[in-house]
């Protein structure tokens, strides 16, 4: 397969790369998010995966780059693509539980609450207009914003709002072996909730089950002047059935064909579905020589921190294909 | 007078205006700073001052944008100028004590504590490289960074900072009737506790008797590429005059002219001896037709939120001084 699915008819001269950083608490249920070596830890990931971006290196943790089962953490993809490109990353804090060691865009949401049992993101209004603010910003000083995310446990939000929004959704995980049936159960609780409660407009949905990532990226996809690009599998397509629900026209998206290839997903047909063009990169992971790496061709991690999106960006600006797979592998090499 | 005491030399085709916002706990020493109704509410002022700016109004509270004594506050001086100019304002936290209700480059910082007893930014360091992030990010999108501040008791910190390094300079106050004996015995405390710490070196006295927006100006002073301007008055001084300190040249100053005529203060000498250059913006409040704008002319606020830095910019791209002092008048006469 190609790097990318297909050629993208983008040009650039100031773009920009983003993450949207949050907490949702459902990533604390256990077995929900392999985003972090237990549940609670997994409230920490988007602080220190934006530190290793920011840096080169986790230093306010003895911590490792990798996923517990020892996969190099997508961040370090995204942060092989800074080193190539020299771009500087902004990330944007849209409601963290602990605060970032490194400067963020900081929106002053609330992590998001367990939509099981209250609304998830109750100031998803005002985080709206927050977002709002910082397409209008971001607008300013560039004409390309690649916009990535890292929330755990976002992939089971996104399952929310896509089957409240009426999708058959069936969404990705960060596990080998996705926890459908937990996922379905939370789904399925909600659903209930949501009924009882009348919620079916789409700005009800993201306040009820939502996330703050969500509510920021609608916020600035509604402002952006430039070209949006989503950076991300299932929540991005989330952010995208938002907007659409709420009669825009959804903003592409860039991910990995990782993402499009999990079978217990049905990602592609989705993205057909919502009418979001999707494009994917092939970064041939399994023939890169890195064991952890290769493990994303077989379904572990997948897409997180706009990885996709960063190899996506470092292609349109003129990188070639090996030129990005061998600055990986030796940025991903550097921290064994 | 001019409107510019001298007119500036800068080129500038992507500027950016943006402030920081910080607290000291000495504003809330009784009689410290005139920047809130009560000591204690100084510490509000940055967060209220940036909704003004960002939003046109303050909607978070039930407070007006004038000062305890009727004065307009200098943030509508600023809001008026990006409501003329198009300009979107950044707003950067360096430390407060209260969450902003609008999106801040957020460095993570705490609220400078009271020098008098201990070290005023113990994390000053981390500070400084914090800000020496925001340079270089801002220096990816900008040519020009037009950088104010706000920071309630900051010409305390700003006496204390020169006086440490040697100076023999007489501050600025946002009263009328300068406290200069409070603040002279604040210095004198911290002076002694210096002296008996062995505290000389600029890094140390940043962190000894600093606050948090001098941190932060000193680090992003350090890495910014482009034209630097520091929009302020003494407090813009301490800054220049750490990095003088340091062995680094000193970058620009852009202030009103009521700060350069407050007689209890030296602020042409201190930056004569410092070695920046000053430009003093003149905006005419006097013959406005304004009486609270008028009582900057006999010393009252004189300066705050990069008020000054503001019309300087606004005039250097290109607005007449007559359209920078009609918008002035319209901005704040909507207020009463």
């Known amino acids: 397969m190609p790097f990318l699915s297909h050629p993208p008819d983008i040009c650039a001269e100031s773009p920009v790369f983003a993450s949207i950083l949050a907490n949702t608490l459902l990533s604390t249920v256990p077995g929900v998010s392999g985003a972090g070596p237990t549940p609670e830890k997994t409230l920490l990931t988007p602080a220190l995966d934006a530190e290793l971006i920011a840096r080169g290196e986790i230093t306010s943790m003895p911590v490792r780059p990798n996923t517990p089962t020892g996969c190099p953490t997508p961040a370090s993809i995204t942060r092989a693509v800074m080193e190539l ?25 609330s992590p998001g609450a367990d939509p099981r049992y209250t609304d998830a993101v109750p100031a998803a209004g005002e985080l709206v207009q927050r977002g709002e603010w910082a397409g209008t910003f971001l607008g300013g000083y560039s004409d390309l914003l690649v916009l990535g995310e890292c929330v755990p446990g976002g992939t089971t939000t996104a399952l929310c709002v896509l089957r409240a929004l009426g999708y058959d959704a069936r969404v990705s995980s960060s596990f080998v072996k996705n926890p459908v049936g937990i996922k379905e159960e939370i789904s399925g609780q909600v659903l209930d909730r949501l009924r009882s409660a009348g919620i079916t407009t789409p700005a009800a949905i993201l306040r009820a089950t939502g996330d703050p990532m969500m509510a920021v990226a609608t916020g600035i996809a ?23 629900a709420s009669g825009r026209q959804p903003p592409r998206i860039a991910t990995t064909c990782y993402v499009r290839d999990d079978q217990t997903a049905n990602f592609s047909a989705m993205a057909g579905a919502i009418g979001t063009d999707v494009t994917y990169v092939d970064p041939g992971f399994g023939d890169l020589g890195h064991a952890g790496l290769a493990r994303y061709c077989i379904g572990e991690v997948k897409e997180g921190m706009g990885a996709g999106g960063a190899m996506f960006l470092a292609h ?9 797979r061998k600055q990986i592998f030796a940025t991903v090499s550097a921290y064994r």
Chains 1, 2 share one sequence.
């Not at 430039?226 to 907007?243: I, K, P, Y």
């Open 316 to 324: 349109l600006l003129g990188f070639s294909p090996d030129e990005i």
């Open 85 to 109: 490109t020299g771009l500087f990353p902004l990330f944007i804090n849209a409601g963290l539980t602990h605060t970032p060691t490194v400067p963020c865009l900081d929106l002053y949401g």
């Open 222 to 244: 509604r402002t952006y002047p430039g070209t949006l690009v989503l950076a991300g599998g299932t929540q991005m397509l989330a952010v995208a059935a938002l907007l659409r």
